[in-house]
C-alpha cells in the first residue's frame, strides 16, 4: 500500500496568513494527489485534485503543487472560515490513502 | 447534481450486523462506482473499497476483506455497506464517496454505534 504522510499534524495561524501543508508520499505517484478540507461534523470536500487543479467552487487563496512524491497545499490568506481539518489523498493506485490529516486551527 | 444521501444512526450489539444505504438524488450513480469510507471517533479518512456495478467489481482493502461486502441495486438506484459481527472498534461513521472525473460527491455519512 502507498503510504500518505502528512506534515505539520497541527498548526494555528492568524487570519491572513500564508500557511503551507505538506504531503509526502511513500512511493512516486505521478500527480494523482487530492485535497480535501473537513469541517467539524461534515462530509470532506475536494480542494485540490490532480496535485494542483482548483475544484470548482473553491476560493482562489487554496492552491496545490508538486509530483511525484512531494506535494504542498498552500492557503494564500488564511481566513476564520478554514478552520478544518486537511487531508491529502493519492488516487494512482488502490488501496487508495489518505494522510493522517493536518488540524488548522485559527490564532 | 446528484447528491448521495445515507441512512440514519444505528446503535447495534456486539456480534450483530448492520447495513448501511447510500442512494443517489437527482440523478443515477456514475459508471465509476462508489467507495465507502470509514472515519473513527476523532480519527482520520480510511478508504474501504469500492464497488463498480457495470463492471461487477468489488475492490475491498486488505483490512476489509473480511466482515464487510458492497452491494448495489440498479433498480432503486442504491448502494449497501454490509458489515457483521460487529465489534465495538466498528463504532464510526461511515461514508459513501463518488469521485469521477468531473464530480466529487459525498454522502452525508451515517454513525454506526456498537455496544452492549
Known amino acids: 500500500d502507498i503510504q500518505m504522510t502528512q506534515s505539520p499534524s497541527s498548526l494555528a495561524a492568524s487570519v491572513g496568513d500564508r500557511v503551507a501543508i505538506a504531503c509526502r508520499s511513500s512511493?512516486?505517484?505521478?500527480?494523482?494527489l487530492n485535497w480535501y478540507q473537513q469541517k467539524p461534523g461534515k462530509a470532506p470536500n475536494l480542494l485540490i485534485y490532480g496535485a494542483s487543479s482548483l475544484h470548482g467552487g473553491v476560493p482562489s487563496r487554496f492552491s496545490g503543487s508538486g509530483s511525484g512524491t512531494d506535494f504542498t497545499l498552500t492557503i494564500s490568506s488564511l481566513q476564520s472560515g478554514d478552520l478544518a481539518v486537511y487531508y491529502c489523498q493519492q488516487s494512482y493506485s488502490t488501496p487508495w490513502t489518505f494522510g493522517q490529516g493536518t488540524t488548522l486551527e485559527i490564532k | 447534481q446528484v447528491q448521495l444521501v445515507q441512512s440514519g444512526a444505528e446503535v447495534k450489539k456486539p456480534g450483530s450486523s448492520v447495513k448501511v444505504s447510500c442512494k443517489a438524488s437527482?440523478?443515477?450513480?456514475?459508471?465509476?462506482?462508489v467507495s465507502w469510507v470509514r472515519q473513527a471517533p476523532g480519527q482520520g479518512l480510511e478508504w474501504m473499497g469500492r464497488i463498480i456495478p457495470l463492471l461487477h467489481v468489488t475492490d475491498y482493502a486488505l483490512k476489509f476483506q473480511d466482515r464487510f461486502t458492497f452491494t448495489a441495486d440498479k433498480s432503486t438506484n442504491t448502494m449497501y455497506m454490509e458489515v457483521s459481527s460487529l465489534r465495538s472498534e466498528d463504532t464510526a461513521i461511515y461514508y459513501c464517496?463518488?469521485?469521477?472525473?468531473?464530480?466529487?460527491?459525498w454522502g452525508q455519512g451515517t454513525q454506526v454505534i456498537v455496544s452492549s
Open positions: 464517496w463518488e469521485t469521477t472525473t468531473d464530480a466529487d460527491n
Open positions: 512511493q512516486n505517484i505521478s500527480v494523482y
Open positions: 437527482g440523478g443515477t450513480f456514475s459508471d465509476y462506482g
